[in-house]
């Protein structure tokens, strides 16, 4: 059974930090490209960062550039978004996204970052 369980969202300060982690299990982790991906109130999911299956590109949006960072540790089947200078317009809900090389795709559930003080 394929699941991506994202964590770590939460409430916090203009100007702080949160680190989030999705988890995977069910698929082979090391094939994929995994992506970041938010969604605020009223507005459409949006792509934040990808990061190749070997973590050696990575893209992100110019909102986020130079303020996140996408990596991951196959090992570990994680992948994390180091997310630093947070300002009110990142709240949202924030997923975790799968690609296999032949399209195939995954997502998680969401978790919930608020940012405001």
């Known amino acids: 059974q394929v699941q991506l369980v994202e964590s770590g969202g939460g409430l916090v300060q203009p100007g702080g930090s949160l680190r989030l982690s999705c988890g995977a299990s069910?698929?082979?982790?090391?094939?994929?490209?995994m992506s970041w991906y938010r969604q605020a109130p009223g507005k459409e999911r949006e792509l934040v960062a990808s990061?190749?299956?070997?973590?050696?590109?990575?893209t992100y949006a110019g909102s986020v550039k130079g303020r996140f960072t996408i990596s991951r540790d196959n090992a570990k089947n994680t992948v994390y978004l180091q997310m630093n200078s947070l300002k009110s317009e990142d709240t949202a809900v924030y997923y975790c996204?799968?690609?296999?090389?032949?399209?195939?795709?995954?997502w998680g559930q969401g978790t919930q970052v608020t940012v405001s003080s």
């Open positions: 069910g698929f082979t982790f090391s094939n994929y490209a």
């Open positions: 996204k799968a690609r296999s090389p032949t399209s195939l795709t995954y």
């Open positions: 990061i190749g299956s070997a973590g050696a590109s990575t």
